[in-house]
């Protein structure tokens, strides 16, 4: 059976991240990706970063990634693509298919940073085609360089919607409104604005009734919602689109840990069920680590911290880092992250946070 | 549609230089594209029917995981097209229902 | 339905809100020449515009969620500070001339050229009134976000942030 020391699942931000810091240390690191092409969700952000210094702010998205597979180069890192793991067994060994075929990885330590997969919504018509998350959009457009419609409805307005619908103008498409459910703008202000004034409306309170069309979404019907969420008779608008893209929030993509068997909590700002780990990113399953969106949906910029993390961590329990060294990396690291989760965007997902470190604390 | 020019991303380098075969028609492509990237910029989006209700669907999530992009290529059922490469002179047909092996032409 | 006003609900600051942002150049300074206008109003994890600023006249700190602060006073309105901000919300106002000049980044395809006459856009997108590009400046240091100068009359310099996109869906 092949081996290694080092298994890592996903090659987002996270897993590379984490690749890095493991094999500077000298550790032996295979990371798998069911993609051709590694970089997660990095490779469809074309535009500039948020964060400090250290996180890369300022730079677009695609071009982080590109820096990351470059360092994963340089260190040796192997990487194996179009390898869908669909297992984790006993004494650590991975299934996965790649190319056709069942393959099997035994590792000594497993970091999952499988990111997290895009929520549907239901409404009349939600299964005609040009109905499709926002995250397709943009993939559509960024990396395969095709407009999946030309007039938009956007659902949803938290970064993802923004910024997707940002997107798709500088792609050429119109984006003829977007509507968002909560009385309030999710998302980023500065985001909102860029779109506002390239004459998209935003209506908040706002949700579809339907959508139009037989062989494919021909128009969409939206109306108003009043304070208890329910919709305001005769608020009905049609608009004119012949796609609807739908930003409404991400679920961390959490089977492989559970089919590993690590335990779980429940905290909504975080995405729902995520795993519980500790300091070191490490789950209540020694030798697997967690990082990134399956932690709990939050940004590169965290994505790739937890990814450091757990880089750092495993290595050292493997003897490549000493405690000194770990501890200092480490609390660097921490201290980026708390950073980030500071501010009204961030507090609550600080405080989710500490929730799901306490879990373990709990546990222990 | 494709996007020839793009204000980040520049203008596109790339050429059509392949040819599918949708539903008898032929589709110009670039060899390594999606296959759902080619229909999609020839303006095609209807992708298969549903095996009850004969519903019409496209593409969802585009990276694999929700299999509503599935069609017939080259004779074989269910294949997700958002995350199969083109390759010059493929037979791609509108999957209906579960599809059937061999459906070829 | 009143529509309520401010970032949260409309998708950009209201003239409150702007008034709010620390170091907002006062019309006494813009009257003097080129200065940062920042439309940076909720506390996000976010400082580039700090370290993209030559003369030190913006300041974020610790936390990085603080809001940026302009001091008008070490602003020359070099515009360096455009493109540096992912949420484009940086702009550069002049009203020392005769016309006010606006700057402002820019990342839609086609381009205006130089001397151009186009329609000028508010916050929300409307367009309020015409006005003429004097600059157009793409530098490998923007990475692709263009940053544009509009000429206008004085009474749209706290109003004209952009100006309407000249591409739109026909792109074959
Ligand atoms: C529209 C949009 C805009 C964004 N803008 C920003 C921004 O401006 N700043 C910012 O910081 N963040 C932004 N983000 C968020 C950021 O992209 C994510 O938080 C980040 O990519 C998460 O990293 P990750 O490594 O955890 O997951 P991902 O990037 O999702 O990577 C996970 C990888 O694991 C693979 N995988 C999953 N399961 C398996 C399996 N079983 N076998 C093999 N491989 C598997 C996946 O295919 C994927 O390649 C944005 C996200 C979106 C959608
Ligand atoms: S315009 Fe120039 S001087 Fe003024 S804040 Fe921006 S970068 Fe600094
Ligand atoms: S760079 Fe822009 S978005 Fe970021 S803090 Fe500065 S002004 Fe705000
Ligand atoms: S669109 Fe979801 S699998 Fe292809």
Redesign the interface.
């Known amino acids: 059976m092949k081996t290694t020391e080092i298994a890592i699942i996903g090659a987002g931000p996270a897993g590379l991240s984490c690749a890095v810091e493991a094999a500077k240390a000298g550790a032996k690191v295979t990371l798998l990706d069911e993609n051709l092409k590694p970089g997660g969700q990095l490779f469809k952000q074309i535009h500039k970063f948020f964060g400090s210094r250290e996180h890369q702010a300022g730079t677009r998205g695609f071009r982080i990634g590109e820096q990351l597979l470059k360092e994963t180069e340089e260190l040796g890192v192997e990487v194996l693509l179009n390898a869908a793991v669909y297992g984790i067994y006993e004494n650590k060994t991975l299934a996965y298919v790649k190319d056709g075929k069942d393959h099997a990885l035994r590792a000594e330590r497993i970091v999952i940073a499988a990111g997290a997969s895009e929520n549907a919504l239901s409404f009349p018509g939600c299964t005609l085609p040009g109905v499709m998350g926002a995250g397709a959009a943009q993939t559509m457009i960024n990396v395969h360089r095709v407009l999946p419609g030309k007039k938009i409805l956007m659902v949803g307005s938290g970064n993802v919607g923004l910024i997707v619908s940002y997107q798709l103008m500088q792609a050429g498409a119109e984006v003829k409104a977007l509507i968002e459910a909560a009385p309030q703008i999710g998302g980023y202000g500065v985001h909102a604005a860029k779109i506002r004034r390239a004459g998209v409306p935003i209506y908040v309170s706002t949700t579809i009734k339907e959508a139009l069309g037989t062989e494919a979404v021909e128009g969409v019907v939206i109306h108003s919602l009043d304070e208890k969420w329910q919709p305001i008779p005769g608020t009905e608008r049609t608009l004119d689109v012949d796609t609807i893209c739908l930003a409404v929030g991400l679920s961390p993509l959490t089977e492989l840990a559970w089919m590993a068997g690590c335990e779980f909590t429940f905290i909504p700002p975080l995405g729902g069920h995520v795993p519980i780990h500790d300091e070191n990113m490490e789950t209540t399953l020694p030798g697997i680590y967690v990082a990134g969106d399956i932690t709990g949906v939050e940004e590169a910029s965290s994505a790739m911290e937890e990814g450091r993390l757990a880089g750092v961590a495993s290595a050292e329990s493997l003897g490549y880092y000493d405690e000194d060294t770990a501890k200092r990396l480490k609390d660097e690291i921490w201290q980026r992250l708390n950073s980030l989760r500071t501010g009204p965007f961030g507090e609550g997902r600080f405080k989710a946070k500490i929730k799901q470190l306490q879990a373990r604390r709990q546990l222990a | 549609m494709r996007i020839k020019h793009h204000p980040i991303l520049n203008d596109e380098t790339r050429e059509c230089n392949a040819t599918i075969i949708v539903d008898g028609k032929k589709v110009p492509a670039i060899e390594g594209e999606p296959i759902a990237a080619a229909l999609l910029a020839a303006g095609i989006r209807k992708f298969r029917e549903t095996p009850k209700y004969h519903k019409p669907r496209g593409i969802f999530c585009a990276i694999g995981r929700c299999t509503d992009c599935v069609m017939i290529v080259d004779g074989i059922p269910n294949v997700r097209t958002c995350v199969t490469p083109v390759r010059n002179g493929m037979v791609i047909k509108t999957q209906k229902g579960l599809g059937e092996w061999g459906e070829k032409s | ?1 009143t529509q309520k006003i401010g ?7 209201s003239d409150e809100e702007l008034a709010k942002i620390p170091g907002v150049p006062d019309a006494e300074r813009i009257k003097r020449g080129p200065v940062a206008f920042i ?10 515009c700090e ?2 600023c030559p003369y030190g006249a913006i300041q974020v700190g ?4 603080n809001l940026p602060k302009l001091d008008p006073k070490k602003c020359v309105g070099c515009g360096n500070c455009i493109a ?6 940086i702009f550069v106002v002049n009203g020392s001339k005769d016309k006010a000049e606006i700057s402002f980044p820019y ?5 205006p050229e130089k001397g151009q006459i186009v329609d000028c ?1 508010d ?4 367009t309020v009134t015409s006005g003429k590009v004097l600059r157009v400046i793409k530098s490998p240091k923007y ?4 940053v544009i100068t509009v000429e206008v009359d004085q009474e749209y310099i706290n109003v004209v ?2 100006i ?2 000249l ?6």
């Open positions: 339905m970032v949260k609900y409309q998708g950009f600051p439309e940076c109003a909720q506390e996000i994890p976010c400082n580039p370290e993209a610790k936390p990085i969620t540096a901000c992912p949420g484009l919300a990342e839609y395809y086609p381009l856009v916050r929300s997108g409307k990475d692709q976000t263009a942030r952009s309407k996109r591409g739109g869906p026909e792109h074959e």
